[in-house]
């Protein structure tokens, strides 16, 4: 059985789909899959599912739920990955491969090769992990608080993931290959400085001054207008740096 969580929610069965169409399953595995391993008690399965509208009857609706839950995760000759403790329910986290845990995996080996100047090895380490993502983690699915705050933490670790492919890419002298990347990542998280500083970079450097200027001001003017901020140090720094045609000024703002 495989978990993926990166893209919309999907369980794989030896390359087959399960099908787990009612949404309140859905956002109930996704809970599971939030802390596997881990006891999830009925009132915290309860908010995860129905948050502040809960049910009169909330505790016997959840148990049709886990119920059908179980249904749709039974193999035969295998136990099933939910399992039954007094104060709730946890996923057996030994019970099936996670998408999140491959990509975590990878970006550890990304972040490793970087710190220590392997550029070559942190590439594909980060595409690898990149290559995973299918769409924003838990796509369209309407989940509660615990699941709500991983797939926050995943989307973190993507935008993590591709600062370091970025940074690898530089070092490598592949710039040129950046932009068209990101420009899309800062058109889903317009607030990232550090995306505007790399795209400032490679514009830079691939002889492109004007436009990399062009994303200084695109950017001051969006933080201006949606965070109520200025840039921060090191976007000024690279932005005075390439004003003033210093490339090594310019990388190292970046």
Not at 42 to 50: F, K, P, R, Y
Not at 56 to 69: F, I, K, N, P, T
């Amino acid at each position: 059985m495989r978990y993926e969580v990166l893209g919309n929610l999907r369980v794989l069965d030896g390359g087959r789909e399960v099908l787990i169409n009612a949404p309140k399953v859905q956002v109930l595995l996704a809970a599971f899959l939030s802390r596997p391993d881990e006891v999830l008690t009925t009132d915290q399965l309860i908010t995860e599912v129905w948050r502040h509208h809960a049910p009169r009857r909330a505790e016997a609706s959840l148990y049709v739920h886990v119920s059908q839950l179980r249904k749709a995760l039974d193999r035969p000759g295998a136990a099933n990955p939910i399992v039954t403790r007094p104060l709730g329910y946890l996923l057996d986290g030994a019970s099936g491969e996670r998408d999140a845990v491959d990509f975590r995996r990878l970006l550890d080996e990304g972040r490793q090769a970087l710190r220590e100047r392997r550029a070559t090895a942190a590439v594909p380490a980060c595409e690898a992990a990149l290559a995973l993502w299918r769409g924003p983690a838990l796509d369209d699915l309407p989940v509660g608080p615990l699941a709500g705050a991983w797939a926050g933490s995943l989307t973190e670790s993507r935008v993590e993931c591709t600062e370091l492919l970025m940074e690898a890419y530089f070092q490598l002298g592949r710039h040129r290959e950046t932009v068209g990347q990101l420009y899309s990542l800062i058109a889903e998280h317009p607030l990232r400085e550090s995306l505007y500083r790399y795209l400032m970079l490679a514009l830079y450097l691939s002889e492109r001054k004007a436009d990399a200027l062009e994303v200084y001001r695109r950017a001051r003017r969006t933080l201006r207008d949606e965070a109520g901020v200025e840039p921060g140090r090191r976007l000024r720094a690279a932005h005075q740096a390439i004003l003033a045609g210093g490339a090594v000024a310019a990388r190292s703002g970046a």
